[in-house]
């Protein structure tokens, strides 16, 4: 098993330009997030989501949209990119089990994310 | 509304020497508990979760985490500090009522680790 992938590792945007992430995991996972990163924030909840074609807003959601059309995947997109969404972008996993007992979540190694 | 507060931004310790990172909730109910351990460029590792039960909870790598109520805190400890140890940790609560049983994470508090 891959876990949790994600594309790219690495992206230089322009102000205004647009672009997708690619959260991908091969572990049947229902639920997917993702979160950014920023130095002395810890990490932040942008979108979610409990199941193909179902998606749900987090805490810092402006600026980004997401689409869970299959499973395994779950997509972030910026439509027009700003300098405030220079960032870390990690996805997360886990289980679909309606608590937090069994399971965890499974973070992808991450996106970095520099909008010049 | 629920957060977690890691009092400690920074913090540096000899190598063989004990740790602990101090970790404060905010939670109404019974708190679903983590740390996560982050290496330079890399993702996430979970450490140790408690849940209920004992209050005492080990992990990974040797860490242990208390949990105590009467205090709000879930403090990660460690006898004797490694020089791989060196890391940021994150402490999160599980938020299962507001958005999917996601995290709500500290800000981190980011170990050196001296020879």
């Known amino acids: 098993n891959a876990g949790v992938t994600q594309t790219p590792k690495f992206r230089v945007l322009k102000t205004g330009q647009s672009m997708t992430l690619l959260c991908a995991q091969d572990?049947?996972?229902?639920?997917m997030y993702w979160y950014r990163q920023d130095p002395g924030m810890g990490l932040r909840l942008i979108h979610y989501?409990?199941?193909?074609?179902?998606?749900a807003k987090g805490e810092v959601p402006d600026g980004y949209n997401v689409s869970r059309l299959k499973k395994q995947n779950f997509l972030l997109g910026l439509e027009s990119a700003a300098p405030s969404q220079t960032s870390v972008y990690f996805c997360?996993?886990?289980?679909?089990?309606?608590?937090?007992?069994?399971?965890?979540?499974?973070f992808g190694p991450g996106t970095r994310l520099t909008v010049l | 509304a629920q957060s977690v507060t890691q009092p400690d931004i920074h913090i540096t310790v000899s190598e063989g020497a004990s740790l602990e990172l101090r970790c404060n909730y905010s939670?109404?109910?019974?708190?679903?508990l983590f740390w996560y351990v982050q290496s330079p460029g890399q993702g996430l590792q979970l450490l140790l979760k408690?849940?209920?039960?004992?209050?005492l909870v080990q992990g990974i790598k040797g860490f242990e985490a208390e949990f105590k109520r009467s205090q709000s805190s879930f403090n990660l400890r460690k006898p004797s500090v490694h020089w791989s140890d060196a890391a940021e940790y994150f402490c999160?609560?599980?938020?299962?009522?507001?958005?999917?049983?996601?995290?709500?994470f500290g800000k981190g508090t980011s170990l050196l680790v001296t020879p």
């Open positions: 997360a996993s886990r289980f679909p089990s309606g608590s937090f007992l069994a399971d965890t979540q499974y």
């Open positions: 999160a609560v599980g938020d299962k009522v507001r958005s999917g049983y996601a995290l709500n």
């Open positions: 989501s409990v199941g193909e074609g179902t998606t």
């Open positions: 408690y849940f209920s039960g004992d209050t």
């Open positions: 939670y109404g109910a019974t708190p679903y």
């Open positions: 572990m049947n996972h229902e639920y």
